[in-house]
């Protein structure tokens, strides 16, 4: 039996980031608002006090605060030739559950995407040809927004977060100490730079030495203490190095518990239910429309929640799964490459360059979940790719986000996984190595797509979710040619050794890469070649809004979050001006 | 006073309140879980916090095996010994409680396959679709090591894997590794030695309530202080070792002695 709820103006379906930032924005505008979380309920205090948070073993290999697959997991496969099997252990991403979700045990690494990542399709086949744009099968595309259109809703997310850092470009004129390639920012950081540690100071050293660019990345790990917009108040890092896949104890990393919940919380016209999973968006007859959604309790028990708006703002792998089973918007088919739902699902391209040091003692356990020197020169169209072969590119970091044992140690090449060698190798180097990371980026091709799968269900008898993804041609050349590049900066800091590890074969779900899943649900100028606009509203459906990576028509060289968050402000900032006073579409198709 | 660390100064209890008194036992898990969370909440007009229910974590406790039978424990002794041997540089796994935390683990949340899902079917797939087999981790554990046991008698005249010299040991450990060697009654050997050393590595490693990293010395090895909060004033002093003897969830040894 199916209990009807009392109408809401809007339902919120999950709540980490993007329904935090939108609750905010629709509350704000005085309408009555119920988020949906399928986890439960998280606070600082409660759930990773300074107490108990910095245990590796419970958060990262445990899964404490990820989603728990024994209930819900989805179907992985490289092709489609293969057959799909379950993720039955996370590993290459780890997907974030309860209140707060993935804003909980993110690093805190905040970067905008460059204004040519967001015409990916015109900008690379204007300077290097159509050829550039569809070789290896590539399905790119361009956003259908600007980085100028988006530049305030990033600067919005800055200052929610009190982001540390320093501007490369400020209104146009290039800053010392900052990215010189970056989009031009309205304001610098609301708080400075984190204060380098010794192996990311000797990287941007050698980096300069090579002619780069260095700069200290953009944190959301606090270099001062911060009071925002919202009045939340956050204080500064300690740099006790567990901030990925941990929860901040300090109050020093931004996340919705730390920028928004507390604001959002106290709001009369706003309500949280915790361990409530959507199952579906219910749509009238002609499916033009939302009427709410059904959701299920841990109790068993079903309701049907009416809300005059449905803002999918769940994980990128769950809004394109509701989307396929609520029936919402034409399924993609790589055969035909007809139909949007599932399209250009992509990923993060990764590889990195281990550096061993003799005589220098790096103490990698002062980290924080952004610290780094980043060097930005071979990223997006940054650098001229005439000849090369690959669109795209990566950032390069010396970045020591922490030095957890288990997962950390690194052993030079040749080393065995085990043994007394492994062990000599382990005490004679984790104080002398660290790891420079290549933050890649990955295009969106013909044969990479999400679907459901026809075989395996979750605990609700709902398919499953079924990825199918491999990196192409055009990856694995980038790759190669920006690991090639962090080599150099890895032999000009002089070191015992390095090693270095590519991006090698086909994806894995068994290493972690990172959880930076994008597509699927992605935005354009047409509803033949996209499934929201660019206010991320469903083309089909118009009062349903599908917020976070999932709109991204390929994933540039860079952590994704913030461009989630400003895509989510552009939404809210449109839906609150011009949706509301006459509800539609907000774009003509 | 003598070196049992339940009687020492537990400067985390006051920071988490009354939950964790007595860190490890079911009491605190019970109250909340911040996984597992509760039934189904409403939350409105304010955060919600209720006094004591701190979600401290689900150390070890009690002594001897409760998972492994005395069979089993042999094997398990023998393997991790020669996945990290003792000697002058740090402990061996052995020495660091490894096979008492492998016991703690197999025979709670992580054995029972939480965060694994086993539901079915289950073809073998490509390696990289990861783990694929029906067996929880501590089904694993017991139908590996019996399938080892079968492997090792058939292969070494009727010899059990702990009474090998330590070469012999080696050559099965990197069989199983490789997946060279085919090990009966549904086993993937190379899954199954994957996570024996992933899990030996996680009880040498990580915080000693879990029962492993006995007196944080594989800490102490390689120079990681444990469980530190605040690192500000080390940012800058670039290239200095960080003087500071490890430290856990529960403190170190030595401070209730007042010693440094």
Redesign the interface.
Known sequence: MTTTLKPVDAVLVGFGWTGAIMGQQLCDAGLSVVALERGPWRDTATDFATGFAQDELRYMWRHHLFQNVTYDTLTIRNNSNQQALPIRHLGAFLLGTGVGSGGVHWNGQIFRFLPSDFVTRSHNEQRYGRKAVSDYDLTVQDWGITYDELERHYDAFDKLCGTSGKAGNLNGKIMPGGNPFEGPRSSEFPTPPMIQTYAPTLFGKAAAELGRHPFPNPTGNLSQAYTNPLGAQLGACTYCGFCEKFGCGNYSKASPQTTVLPYLMTKPNFTLRTECEVLRVELTGDRKRATGVTYVNSAGEEFFQPAEMVILSAYVLQNVRLLLLSGIGKPYDPATGEGVVGKNYAYQTMSSVNVFFEDKILNPFIGAGALATVIDDFNGDNFDHSGLGFIGGAYIAGMVTGGRPIEMIYTPEGTPDWGLQWKHAAARNYLRSFSIVVHGSCMSHRGNYLDLDPTYQDIHGRPMLRMTFDFSDNEHKMSDFLTDRAAEVARAMNPREIKVNRRKGSFSVVPYQTTHNTGGAIMGTTPRDSVVNKYLQVWDVPNVFSMGSGAFPQNAGYNPTGTVAALTYHAAREIVSRYLRSPGPLVQS | MGNNSDAHFDR?RF??GGA?AGIGSVAAAVL?D?????????????????EG??????GASGTGYVFFAPAEALFIEAAVA????N?D??PGAVEAGVPYFLDRQLAG??GQ???????G?W?K?????????RFSPAQLYRAAIAAIGKYVGSTFNGVAFHQLPAADQ?TV?KGL?SGDIKLDDGVDAKAFFGMV??N???GY???PI?GGNKDMA??K?????G??????E???R?????PFAPVG?KGRPGWTEGQT
């Open positions: 985390r920071l988490v964790v909340h911040g996984e597992l969370g509760a039934p189904p909440q409403t939350l409105r007009g304010a955060v919600p916090w209720v229910t701190a979600d401290a974590p689900p020669r996945l990290i041997p000697d540089v740090g949340r992580f396959g939480d965060h694994y899902f086993l539901g079917p073809p797939g490509t390696p990289e679709q990861g783990y694929q087999s080696d450990l590794e050393l992933q030996t590595k996680e490693f990580s915080d879990y594989a800490w090895m390689i120079g990681f202080p469980a530190h909060y605040d690192y500000k080390w940012v800058t670039h290239g200095e070792r960080v969830f």
